[in-house]
């Protein structure tokens, strides 16, 4: 054992992911320059077995190319090794470069090499790499738990590090932009919703990846894997395994992201990705893909999220494809109405316009509202009560309207706009008055100031049926030539808790009355919950487990496949200005219903609790003109 290796007592700090090798004297016997060299059996041998395990070797010598390549090709070794560094310059330059093109940290590569002066040197520049002298580590190396990689005798790792070498090569020989460059690599990315497929991957990419994993939610014990488990079946929780490919290969699943999304929230559980494309702008592209969701990153990270302005050379595919683009990621889409749809949303086209129902200011404001898709936008552009009320608001009811005429695919779902009443405002503006959420805050705060200027109604079934007719027939007159229309059913099965007959009946009239509606229009599709959604992905009467809103997904973008040429045509033609059709005076068929007051909007317990509240507050200013009057 060396003098210097004597001083020195290695430790394997962190997995090992690659190791770069000095040649002379450590990978073998002797100095290439000054004459003949012995090859080490040994460390052949280790190369092996590292690349076996998925664990990469490159080389730093100061050496002449052709002539260390000449050597080690004979040995029948060369291709085991990746971005060698041979050329008589600083060997701390050799490693930055190893680093950048390898798309690794520092932390995980081990550095090789005979000399003290070397060692020191990358020791100062990179103090948190594995630096050690050959007699120190190369004799126990394939014995470290660190050096324990995975079975990989395929060399599907080392065939993915030769792709990323060449596009490297490739890169760094070009005059191209980089964005320019991205754009002739042919980047094809598919999403995989059946992440249970992936789950081994998932987990060990979520707790060995740290580069680019933006989230650091390890999954490291069984309890924490169960929890990701039970979370997977949750109907509010996202998540999709990401694959990706270009013209230099295909890189396999290299991401993946759970997300937590409903009404009151939009966020990432886990956001992480392999190293493999880094630089390639997917980790953007996906975060923008899926609404640009609430983030907490955990620092250190290589790459913030964002950053490029605009990603134009990602094409999406189908997963398992050849390359075919998949027929609704490739549309521009809309979706109008319940809470439902922000879950199928999470399956749809980047190219996206989400009208769904959320909670603002702990008050949940609805999009499954006639009055969102048949007030007269005149109204709605001047009416100055609209934007007093807890309800979707001025800007999203015109955008809505706006974009509906320009959109590929429309996804519409009103069954829960069968319940409820309606409020008329004094410039005559309709919103629905939903029992959980306006109509709840109405019956417990009756005294808003809001409240005063407006009117409220109950319709019966028929009058409700026919505004939903009604909207539907808007929708038809307005939407885009050739733009497939998809309303979704209702669920009438039995869940965890049994459908009440009124309930059952209610849903079943619905869907009776929207297949009937599609069934003579070419361009209009009836998708029937009770028949896409298996009964044991119910969480709820309303509500499914990820895999049912997945199967949602699956049988629309199958429908919209069969009908591309429809839509292609439609594409090519040019836009046309929306059809008036008939008026439609809202208002008055609002006004038709029942009057009801607006302390009691759903009945008399509701009204006693709001009296209650009423009560309260008047005993609270009669207290306030007491202690004032004392002092």
């Keep these: 054992m060396s003098e210097y290796a004597s001083l020195k007592i290695f430790e394997a700090t962190a997995a090992i992911k690659l190791v770069v090798w000095d040649m002379d004297d450590t990978f073998w016997h002797g ?9 080490i059996d040994r460390n052949i041998s280790i190369v092996r077995e590292l690349v076996d395990r998925g664990i990469m070797s490159s080389i730093s010598s100061k050496n002449e190319h052709e002539a260390v390549k000449q050597v080690l090709a004979d040995a029948g070794i060369w291709d085991l090794f990746v971005f060698p560094q041979i050329s008589w310059n600083a060997k ?152 990706a490919r270009d013209r230099y290969g295909d890189h396999g699943m290299i991401g993946f992201y759970m997300q937590h999304k409903d009404e009151r929230q939009n966020r990432l559980i886990h956001y992480v990705w392999s190293c493999r494309m880094m630089n390639a702008g997917l980790e953007q592209y996906v975060y923008e893909r899926i609404g640009s969701p609430d983030i907490t990153v955990a620092e250190p990270v290589s790459n ?13 595919v189908a997963a398992n494809d050849d390359g075919g683009a998949s027929a609704l990621a490739a549309q521009q889409l809309l979706l109008i109405g319940s809470c439902d749809l922000s879950a199928v949303a999470s399956y749809c086209s980047r190219d996206r316009r989400e009208y769904v129902n959320a909670v603002k200011n702990d008050i949940m ?48 779902s009103l069954s829960a706009a069968l319940r409820g009443a309606h409020l008329v405002t004094s410039d005559d503006v309709v919103v629905r008055v939903h029992p959980n959420g306006l109509g709840e805050h109405i019956d417990a705060h009756p005294w808003e100031e809001f409240l005063a200027p407006c009117s409220f109604y109950g319709l019966d079934l028929t009058q409700k049926l026919a505004l939903l007719n009604e909207s539907f027939d808007h929708v038809r007159r307005t939407a885009k030539p050739g733009a497939q229309i998809f309303v979704l059913g209702a669920n009438t099965r039995d869940a965890a808790m049994p459908l ?14 929207c297949e009937a509606y599609c069934a003579p229009l070419a361009d209009w599709h009836y998708v029937s919950i009770d028949a896409v959604v298996p009964k044991e992905q119910l969480v709820d009467d309303r509500h499914y487990t990820r895999i049912g809103y997945f199967a949602i997904a699956t049988d629309i973008n199958r429908r919209i496949a069969e009908a591309a040429p429809a839509i292609e045509a439609a594409g090519e033609a040019p836009h046309a200005a929306a059809a008036s059709g008939r008026p439609f005076d809202l208002v008055k068929a609002i006004r038709a219903g029942q009057r009801l007051s607006r302390f009691t909007v759903f009945g008399p317990e509701r009204k006693d609790q709001g009296m209650i509240a009423l009560s309260r507050r008047v005993l609270n200013r009669s207290l306030k003109r007491v202690v004032a009057a004392v002092r």
């Excluded at 100095?31 to 090859?39: M, P």
């Excluded at 913030?304 to 999406?316: A, G, L, M, S």
């Excluded at 001025?394 to 959109?407: A, G, K």
């Design 304 to 316: 913030p999220i964002v950053t490029f302005p605009k990603i134009d050379w990602i094409e999406e």
């Design 365 to 412: 404001t609805r999009c499954d509202d006639f009055g969102f898709i048949l007030n007269d936008p005149a109204k709605v552009a001047a009416s100055s009560v609209i934007e007093t009320l807890p309800a979707w608001g001025r800007d999203e009811f015109l955008d809505f309207h706006r974009e509906l005429p320009q959109r590929d695919v429309v996804i519409i």
């Design 500 to 513: 009440s007959a009124t309930d059952r009946e209610l849903m079943t009239t619905y869907n009776a009355v």
């Design 92 to 243: 701390g330059g050799a490693l930055e470069t190893i680093i950048n093109h390898a798309n690794l940290r520092a932390d995980n590569i081990l550095f090789v090499d005979d000399n003290p002066i070397n060692l020191e040197e990358i020791r100062f520049r990179f103090p948190t790499m594995m630096v050690a002298h050959p007699d120190e580590v190369l004799e126990g190396l394939l014995d470290l738990p660190q050096a324990k990689g995975k079975d990989d005798r395929k060399h599907s790792r080392l065939e993915q590090y030769k792709n990323l070498e060449k596009k490297v090569s490739e890169q760094t020989g070009t005059t191209l932009s980089n964005e320019d460059f991205l754009r002739q690599c042919e980047v094809k990315l598919s999403f995989d919703f059946d992440v249970e497929a992936h789950f081994d991957r998932i987990v060990e990419l979520v707790n060995r990846s740290n580069q680019l994993n933006y989230t650091k939610v390890r999954l490291e014990t069984d309890e924490a894997i169960a929890d990701f488990r039970a979370k997977l079946q949750r109907h509010d929780i996202m998540s999709a395994a990401i694959s």
């Design 31 to 39: 100095t290439l320059s000054e004459g003949g060299v012995t090859l």
